[in-house]
């Protein structure tokens, strides 16, 4: 049989309760022999079954007392029945009455949580998650109804109010008629009115709640009710099992105060003490009342305690019935804490017990309290021999123990009849009086030598159950004292030094070594570089410091013990850490209050000795101890990160004997959704843990998924109630040990309930709360820098802020509203938009509205006046304090009643100050429910953001707000997805009436009639952008940017139209330029035709041979041509070199020049030189102007000088007529003047002048660039101009037909023939056409590199050419970003056509072949049916057949030759033979036919893709990545820089290229000289170095993309003999980049690129 520890046995030593009590137990095991075991109410789950002791002799064991025992069962004729032990009957009969007692008392139990709603909650109990989560406001002062009075009663009381006892409750309304008013005067008792059903007693809803409730809410409701100076059980019968319990476990979180004054030398000496209440000494008073009083024993014990305040209920309290059930034999408790001043009661801490219900009847408590206490008082109603209390009296007088019997009925003296033995009449005395003559007496006797009491020691008491006796509090509690055991006897000052090393010396020095990275000065990198190693370096000192035996025994309880069992260590692990440390915390404290008192001393006497030095210095020495002093769960918590974060950095795996560190944040997310505190911020380093909060976070997202959060951060000066306010409010535990205020910033999740969470779009508010602004401990160091980065941090997490003001002291005032000031202004300045109330506590008189108003006004002229100190310090405009954030002094401004109702330690919480907390509460949820919250995703992600701007000097400038950018990046991913669904659809109306236009249907192209054809995808569109917009989860942050981005998609749309215009009226153009040589062209075909036919006829029968028949119309072929042509003049191809040279020549430059330029060729690599200072006329000058450059700025104008040329020269010969009019020298001529003439401005300006070999150069450079799209133009326009060129490549088909014919085949097959051999040329150009259009639709939507934004296509680009390994791509990429990346798309496309996806490409295309086989075939059914349904000629049918296919194909023929047609089914068949031919040739179509065609699919994503930003930064040429050509007003960015050596930067005065990143450069010292310029801009300020700067925007980040350092190690060589300079001196190549593989640096690039 398993047994409990619950019950004690006794000693030999030991003492007996009462015998009456022992018999009485010895018969109740007779009677139930059969049972071996009673049950006890469960601590926790019903299946936790307690079982009661047994001795060896299977008979229950008695309690302890030093009272001999006395019987107390009486007879029938009053005596006392000494003998009861051989009376079976009588004990039978007294068992019987008992076991009725018993059953009598459960029903009453039962029937009473029945009324009070909780028969469930007696099984399945309250547990504080039940109060850890937002639900339905309490109402103040409302009537409840019986069944709500439980949680009515626990709701108020978790909320400091003290007045949940006194709830008042409606009473259920019944009819009136005329007996009622018989009722009212009728003098005797209404039996059915005295039976009516009284309201439930208030001690009862008490002590309900608590048998309902499991050890750790009994133990939140037991702090809550001492919080409110009420006394709390000791005592306390099972309800079920009538076993004693002493509920030891819910005390444990309950710590006093208080100040004993001792009288020495004639001088009161006063000293502070503060310990958990369970390790305090202190005498106990115990009263108990035997038999029934008239007046109330608990009440005359409040005027002992505190006349102010109902300690103790009693009668005449506000609610009290005559029926009670559940507090009969409870023993409460309470203490008395002395002030410290001359009007305390008594000088020591004293604990008051009072044992209610009659004493006799509660033999056990009686017993088990007199044994305990220090001083027993008894209040009788006489005092007479015989009587039934004799006995007891006479034990208790005979006992060593001081007695005071007060006689309620009696008139006696106090009178002290023996040594510590007194007695005192009540009667006829005044309260006050008998009070104060009862403190005198219990002063008297506790000036002796007396017993204490301590709380502990009621585990050692027999016959009672103790809760924390349950296996899973054991448990818990062991596992708790082996931790502890390592501590004990060691210097508290010492254990973390000795077990938790990670945190200490080593974290602090790793915080400041990090931060010193964003204060760098000399060789940057390499200074970064050696702190980086630095850095490391600590990290694998942390990483071996791990292993200590503490933090491997904590992790281990950790993991292995289920969530009670995890609780209960928690819990007894800090009271266990407390109760080691709080003698060491209070010997510092008592030693920091004795030497301050001597340096005030020494003040006061302007004593400016080296002593006042000394002692300032022993001061600051106990101070350092006094911080270092605390130690708690939130250190180990630290360890715990700390060991995480060196590990994970250094990617170390678990070494045997070893903790798994990779679970640590699951351990932490697991106490943190249980509403454990997390820390956020480590006070004692002032850093953030990142790495730790970044894996705890996505631990908690894991099991909980991506959460909507409501953040409400807290801020205000410290000791100013924020904890105690939230604790209040949220019911969230203390973040930190004992003995110490907040430090550093802590996270709580809060639940929103589910009976209010369809008013709210979060799942939980997450509270950070922070230590106090103006922190003592801080005093010196850099304080006021600290309190700023802490409350802009906090600021910037929060959905909310609170702002907590504790008293009225206007300078305290001010410094806090300044520093918040501040924080809000950082955050208008980087688009953060929090809300803020201002809680203004611990006002004097918050009643009068007037006061209110004069207050609200003042604290208005505060803000705005620290809003323009805050705006002029922040460098920006701010009038009012409302410019700054939405604010409204009439609502966000909340005045708080004091905490405490009168002195402390012994005042209870303010009534109001409850009241004021339910306000608040309701204003915030109130303000909350507008808002979405973040997710837990974005809160991980801002946390990132804040901190890292604020390891920055300036934080405005340094923020990067990554949420916002992951944002944008997604909305230009939907931007890109919206235009291409308009270009494609443009593509396709472009194709239609192109084809027309070929056709001749068409001569002109409205405008509105492209807008209307485009109208139906455009508001497809704009209603794809609405339902984004307004839909998606971001869709507040996404507001910013709608205006811009629908009015980009209109002028994107607008300009698509217009374009397609453009083009095709330049198509008409040409269509009408050519009209004379295509009337011509259709004159040709008939004439050729009409020939063809005719000699076809000569030979018919005649030559039968093929090579006979090529023969004969070879050679009748050349006349044929010869008599067409007669007249026309051939167009003469393009003599492009003897064009160059004559215009060159033209312009002044020498032939022998030109001769040189072009035949070393060197021009054309003129625009990807690194060096151009062989153009350089005077070199002393050129080194003279570059030496005043750190960089290669002249080096970069002149690269801009051509590319711009370039540029220029391109658009200006592409917007020649070429393909209409023909090639002319004269173009070439007009552009070579106009670079001349660029050259001459860029000389004009530069203090050196360029050579004529640059203009010569830069003039053929431009005329190699436009060869090919002149000689491509020229191809197009003699094609469609001469007719020598157009006539022969019409022989093949007229070769055909003069087969046909000689074969004798008819007129329908002959034209059958033809209308195919037509068809053939226009459905290649067709399906390859639109077979282009459809590779680029699939390559743009599920091509990695293509369906992205632009940043995607920046990664891929890099990706490709690190996989290449050539030097000149890098460079073409580093100088031409767009022409890298127009290759890059090209040379993808190809891949993808040719080779890696060509089934698919093939696939589309027969699709094409398909959709084109139809539509022929369904023209040829419908003309045909047409022609026959009307009796319609050839021409007709050629006409009808020509307009169905019209925006399909290019296709016209004439019918002058086939007039003699009329069987339209037979010509339908002869087409459709030669269209299957056509079709089945078509079906292996060459992929590289695409390429002679209209419609590419490279080009098609080069328009779509390219047209972007092509901005280059003004330091290191990184292209801004913002997919939105012209993103003005936003700054250009790109989300990583790379080193200035890879655009030519040098130092001055050297050939030492820059290695340092531009990213790094803006938070250092350094300088640089901007284009032109001698004076040198802080890189900190370099947007007031110009217009190129300006519009960049540079974040500080200390993070470096190992792409750019892998490459500067891999092309070292290849750069310097570019660039003509070295790596070397302040340009050295730090040694760690040399480790960086390419492999790194394609991992890096998809890091970044997330």
Known sequence: MEESAAVKDTSQTSQTVSTATKEREELEEEESAAKTNVKCDPVDKPADVERCEKNDNNTPVAGESEIKSVPSATKENGTSDMNLCGNKDKKSEKISEETNMKKQYQAQTETLLGRLHLQDKHQWKFSPA?????????????????????????????????????????????????????????????????????????????????????????????????????AVPLLVPDPVTMDI??????????????????????????????????????????????????????????????????????????????SRYLMDGVAEIAWYCPAGKPNDAFTDCIAFCNLHGDALLNEKQRDILTEKSSVNVVLVPTLEKGDKSTAVISALFKSQKPLICLIVDGKLDNVETKKGKYRMGLKDRSQSDVSEELKGIIR????????????????????????????????????????????????????????????????????????????????????????????????????????SELMKLFIESLSSLKSTDREYFLKWTQILIDALCTDDLSSILQSYDEKWSEVLALKKKHDKSD????????LEEISTKLQSAPFGLEHMFREMGQIYEAHKSLKKQPTSGQTDWSKYPELAAELMISGHPMELMDGDAGHMPLTWISGLLDEVIKKLGNKRVFVLSVLGVQSSGKSTMLNAMFGLQTAVSAGRCTKGAFMQLVRVSEEIKKDFQFDYVLVVDT??????????????????????????????????????????MQDVLQIVVQAFMRMKQVKLSPSCVFVHQNVTDIAAAEMNMDEKRRLQEKLDQMAQ?????????????????????????????????????????????SESIQELKTFILSKASQSEGITLEQFKSKIHDLWN??????????????????????????????????????????????????????????????????????????????????????????????????????????????????????????????????????????????????????????????????????????????????????????????????????????????????????????????????????????????????????????????????????????????ATKGYSPAYLAEVANKVKEKVTEFKSKRKYTLKKEFTVDLVLYVFHRAQSWLTESHKKFKMNNDALVYLESKKEPYYNIFKSVCKGSSSAVVLGELICEKLKSSTVEAVCNKTASGIADEMRCNFPAFSGNRLDLEKHVLKSLAEKEKFDGFITYIQHPRKQVETFIKEEVEKYIFSEQRDKVQSILKKNVEDIKTSVSQALFEATVKIETEKGDIDKWVKEFSSLLHSKLIFTISAQNFRDINEFDFLKEEIEKGLECIMEEMSSLSLDKMKEFRMKPDQILIDQLCDCCWVKCPFCAAVCTNTLADHSPGDHSVPFHRFAAVNGFHYRDTVELNVDFCTTDVASDHSFYPSGSDKSIPYKEYRTAGPEYADWRITPDESKVKFWTWFVCRFKKDLEKHYKLKFEGLGEIPCEWKTHTKEDAIKSLDEMFK
């Open 444 to 547: 008297n006797i506790l000036s002796e030598p007396h017993a204490s009491f301590q709380l502990e020691t009621m585990a050692e008491v027999s016959g009672i159950r103790v809760d924390e006796d349950d296996h899973l509090c054991q448990k818990g509690k062991s596992a708790a004292e082996g931790i502890v055991k390592l501590l004990q006897g060691m210097d508290g000052l010492k254990i973390k030094d000795t077990f938790l090393q990670c945190q200490g010396q080593l974290w602090s020095k790793w915080c400041r070594t990090n931060k010193e990275l964003y204060r760098l000065t000399g060789h940057i990198e390499e200074e970064k570089s050696e702190k980086e190693q630095k850095l490391r370096k600590i990290r694998e000192d942390q990483c071996k410091a791990s292993c």
């Open 869 to 913: 100190l805050a705006a002029k310090e922040e460098g920006c405009d701010a009038e009012c304090f409302s410019d700054v954030i939405a604010f409204d002094v009439q609502k966000d401004v909340k005045y708080f009643a004091q905490l405490w109702e009168g002195s402390p330690p012994m005042a209870p919480p303010n009534p109001g100050y």
């Open 611 to 618: 002593q006042l030095k000394m002692k300032r210095n022993e």
């Open 949 to 1218: 701007a604020l390891l920055n000097e300036n934080f405005v400038f340094s923020f990067k707000n990554t949420l916002e950018i992951a944002v944008y990046r997604k909305l230009e991913v939907q931007y890109g997805h919206w235009t291409w669904t308009l270009r494609s659809n443009m593509l396709t109306i472009e194709n239609q009436l192109y084809n027309r236009i070929e056709n001749g249907n068409l001569d002109k192209i409205e405008l509105s009639y492209l807008f209307g054809e485009m109208s139906n995808t455009y508001k497809e569109i704009q209603k794809a952008m609405t339902t984004y917009f307004n839909d998606d989860r971001d869709k507040e942050m996404l507001a910013q940017w709608r205006d811009r981005f629908e009015y980009k998609i209109k002028e994107f749309h607008d300009e698509q139209v217009r374009g397609v215009q453009r083009k095709l009226d330049e198509v008409i153009q040409q269509k009408k330029a050519c009209k004379k040589l295509d009337d011509k062209k259709t004159e040709f075909e008939d004439k050729l035709l009409q020939k063809s036919k005719e000699l076809a006829h000569q030979l018919k029968d005649k030559v039968n041979d093929e090579e006979e028949l090529r023969k004969q119309f070879n050679s009748v072929w050349r006349g044929w041509v010869t008599e067409l042509t007669a007249g026309t003049k051939p167009i003469k191809d393009i003599n492009y070199e003897a064009d160059q040279s004559e215009i060159l020549h033209e312009l002044g430059f020498e032939w022998a020049l030109i001769d040189e330029s072009r035949s070393s060729g060197n021009y054309k690599k003129i625009s990807g030189v690194g060096d151009y200072s062989h153009y350089v006329a005077s070199r002393k000058l050129w080194d003279k102007v570059t030496s005043f450059l750190k960089g290669s700025d002249e080096q970069q104008q002149i690269r801009s000088l051509i590319d711009d040329v370039e540029q220029q020269s391109l658009d200006a010969i592409k917007s020649k007529p070429v």
């Open 245 to 322: 319990e002493c509920p030891l476990w819910t005390f444990r979180q309950i710590t006093k105060t208080w100040k004993i004054t001792q009288t020495k030398d004639k001088s009161d000496i006063v000293t502070m003490k503060s310990m958990p209440i369970c390790n305090a000494e202190t005498p106990m008073v115990s009263f108990f009342r035997l038999g029934s009083l008239s007046q109330s024993k608990s009440q005359l014990m409040n005027t002992l305690m505190n006349d102010r305040h109902n300690t103790f209920f009693h009668r005449n309290c506000r609610g009290s019935t005559k």
């Open 771 to 812: 230590e106090g602004l103006r922190a003592l401990e801080l005093a010196g160091n850099t304080t006021l820098h600290h309190d700023n980065e802490l409350a802009t941090f906090v600021v910037g997490l929060g959905n909310m802020t609170l702002i907590n003001i504790f008293g009225e002291n206007p300078a305290d």
């Open 130 to 230: 039940d109060f850890l989560q937002i639900g339905p406001p309490v109402k103040q002062d409302h009537v409840t109804c019986e069944k709500d009075l439980a949680h009515t009663f626990l709701h108020r009381l978790m909320m400091l109010d003290y007045r949940a006892r006194y709830i008042p409750v409606r009473q259920d309304s019944s009819e009136t008629d005329d007996s009622d008013l018989d009722a009212f005067f009728s003098t005797t008792v209404d039996p059915d009115q005295s039976s009516k059903q009284s309201h439930v007693h208030p001690m009862d809803v008490q002590m309900a709640v608590f048998h309902c409730s499991d050890s750790f809410f009994k133990q939140n409701m037991i702090t809550k009710l001492s919080q409110c100076q009420y």
